[in-house]
């Protein structure tokens, strides 16, 4: 069974900073796109930014400046390090991974429980 775990949220000042980390673990054959989304109250999830296996990194035009996606491939793990944090950033973040478990044929979406990150004075 493949789960993915994130860690790494909480409160933070406006200005402050955060770093979001993610694991995957169970029958993993191998990983696709790994990235991280983000939900606010009353929105819709978004992109935050993704990295592929070969570490080509995808981000939301309006977070490129603020956030930092890597990932490590050995580990299974991903992270997001965001700085500058601003109230609008204040959302459950979600960690996500296209992953082909061992004995299957394709791959599948795999989401995180949720990290919420709350930026507020």
């Known amino acids: 069974q493949v789960q993915l775990v994130e860690s790494g949220g909480g409160l933070v000042q406006p200005g402050g900073s955060l770093r979001l980390s993610c694991v995957a673990s169970?029958?993993?054959?191998?990983?696709?796109?790994m990235g991280w989304y983000r939900q606010a109250p009353g929105k819709q999830r978004e992109l935050v930014a993704a990295?592929?296996?070969?570490?080509?990194?995808n981000y939301a035009d309006s977070l490129k400046d603020r956030f930092t996606i890597s990932r490590d491939n050995a580990k299974n793990t991903l992270a997001l390090q965001m700085i500058g944090l601003k109230p609008e950033d204040t959302a459950v973040y979600y960690c996500?991974?296209?992953?082909?478990?061992?004995?299957?044929?394709?791959?599948?979406?795999?989401w995180g429980q949720g990290t919420q990150v709350t930026v507020s004075s």
């Open positions: 996500y991974a296209a992953i082909k478990p061992s004995g299957r044929d394709s791959y599948g979406d795999f």
């Open positions: 169970g029958s993993i054959f191998s990983i696709n796109v």
């Open positions: 990295v592929d296996n070969g570490g080509r990194t």
